[in-house]
């Protein structure tokens, strides 16, 4: 079982579970300062709320250019987690947006695939996005969530790739 994490330097708490190998992240993901990741995402207004259905959050290109958004999940009325993904790299992208953003809030934002086990997670304390993180999962079925203020959303084994595709 292989675990990347990358946590926040706001002292987010991550916990190690067992036989789970802790490592950083892409380097020029870490070292990217929190004000920046705050003031780089776009200011776009959110939906107004109507009494069917909660306000969503608009995904924020966080990804990356070529990344598209091939499935969504809002938790609640906090934000959405995006399931992102560029066919040119054949890799899926997941970060979670909230709402409105604010005050720093615990918020994740998690990929993964089942066989080898493998999953990528940011987790930390953000005013408006966790992520992003990404995995090559081309032929494969990915989990993926997203977590703000201890509220889930997310799916497991979705967006199955050609199992004929050819990984690298």
């Known amino acids: 079982m292989t675990i990347i994490r990358r946590a926040s330097a706001i002292g987010a708490a991550v916990t190690a579970t067992a036989c789970a190998a802790i490592a950083l992240a892409p380097a020029a993901a870490a070292a ?5 990741r705050a003031a780089a995402a776009p ?6 709320a109507t009494a069917a259905k909660a306000a969503a959050a608009t995904y924020n290109g966080a990804c990356g250019g ?3 958004v091939v499935n969504s999940a809002q938790i609640g009325t906090k ?3 995006f399931l992102t993904y560029n066919s040119a790299t054949g890799k899926n992208c997941v970060v979670t947006v909230r709402t409105t953003p604010g005050k720093a809030v615990h918020m994740t934002a998690s990929l993964g695939f089942a066989s080898p086990t493998t999953t990528v997670t940011d987790t930390g304390y953000y005013t408006t996005y966790a992520g992003p993180v990404y995995l090559d999962a081309r032929g494969l079925c990915v989990t993926w969530r997203g977590e703000i203020s201890g509220e889930v959303a997310g799916k497991n084994g979705t967006n199955c790739g050609s199992l ?3 990984r690298h």
């Open 32 to 36: 990217e300062p929190m004000t920046q």
């Open 43 to 48: 200011k776009a207004a959110a939906p107004k």
């Open 79 to 81: 934000g959405t987690v």
């Open 164 to 166: 004929a595709a050819n």
């Open 66 to 68: 070529g990344y598209s």
